[in-house]
């Protein structure tokens, strides 16, 4: 029997200097996609993929993160008192169970490889998972749950796998694709943003993993990679041709990059248009500045 995937990681330390100055103040991962912070869409996709234990690996000024996740006994009574259970039962899922989230500081930005090996020791002899939560996941069935229903048959090592244009594919790691098979993909090589035109292929990782605790013992070892940075593709890519493989997962959803400004404002409309009860004003509003736009033209 296969072990369950029950841990989850969360590398969340980094600086979020590309939301200058908003993230002065702010936390990268309580930014908000319409109403909800981006690390609640991430903690949601790990509960439907039946993570149970949570481990945020933060950095100085992530406090607002922390507060997130605990109950707010004022703003709940004042809710109760008026009666107002539909905004209680959406608090509801921001309540974590205790003892069921931890945070780990990763001490110095040396790179997603260090953050993640920050956790080792919570994560023990386990597989687990990984998520970043910049990339945001529209799916029907949330990508991890995909994930965690191919890794039964798979084991091993698993990462989200995605077909980016091929002039982008140097921001990515890069899968060196061995053998085609479905949605599952078993991967020869693996490397961290490749210099232009040096990419083994335009299939790239994207922020969902579910790898082998050999993965950290692998990290205890590692040197620095691309960007003078200890990366999680170069630990994953040691497992290669071992006996546990690494496979690429196609997911089925649409993935917004939130770590950039283009990406955000996407995922905004996206999941703005999606709720009905906002879609018909913002449609409206898209297609008046889109007629704007071209009688400027
Ligand atoms: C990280 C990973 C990279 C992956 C990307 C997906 O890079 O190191 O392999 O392709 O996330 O978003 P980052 O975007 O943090 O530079």
């Keep these: 029997m296969r072990k369950k995937v029950t841990k989850a990681i969360f590398p969340v330390a980094g600086l979020g200097t590309r939301f200058l100055p908003a993230t002065k103040s702010v936390p990268k991962e309580i930014m908000t996609l319409v109403d909800r912070p981006l690390i609640q869409y991430a903690i949601d996709e790990a509960r439907a993929a039946g993570i149970k234990e949570f481990i945020f690996v933060t950095s100085r000024g992530k406090g607002a993160l922390e507060d997130y996740f605990d109950h707010a006994p004022t703003l709940e009574q004042e809710l109760r008192k008026k009666g107002k259970d539909q905004l209680l039962e959406v608090l509801k899922d921001t309540n974590m169970d205790s003892g069921a989230i931890a945070y780990i500081r990763q001490h110095k930005a040396l790179g997603l490889g260090h953050a993640v090996w920050c956790a080792r020791r919570l994560i023990g002899n386990e597989p687990f998972a990984v998520i970043l939560p910049d990339d945001v996941i529209a799916a029907e069935t949330p990508c991890l749950q995909q994930m965690v229903e191919a890794y039964s048959e798979t084991g091993g090592n698993m990462v989200a796998a995605m077909e980016v244009p091929p002039e982008k594919a140097s921001s ?23 210099p232009a035109g040096e990419a083994p292929s335009n299939l790239a990782v994207i922020g969902r993993y579910i790898l082998s605790p050999n993965v950290l013992r692998s990290l205890n070892k590692m040197k620095t990679g691309a960007g003078g940075e200890i990366q999680l593709t170069d630990a ?3 497992a290669i041709g071992g006996d546990e493989g690494v496979y690429g997962y196609r997911f089925r959803g649409q993935r917004f990059d939130c ?6 404002l996407q995922a905004t409309v996206s999941f703005g248009l999606a709720r009905e009860e906002l879609r018909s004003d913002l449609l409206d509003y898209i297609r008046d500045v889109v007629q704007m736009d071209q009688a400027a033209e």
Excluded at 259 to 264: A, D, E, R, Y
């Design 259 to 264: 770590g950039s400004k283009s990406g955000f």
């Design 236 to 238: 994953i890519a040691q």
């Design 172 to 194: 990515y790691g890069v899968l060196d694709v061995q053998k085609e098979n479905g949605q599952i993909v078993e991967v020869a090589g693996m490397v961290e943003k490749p």
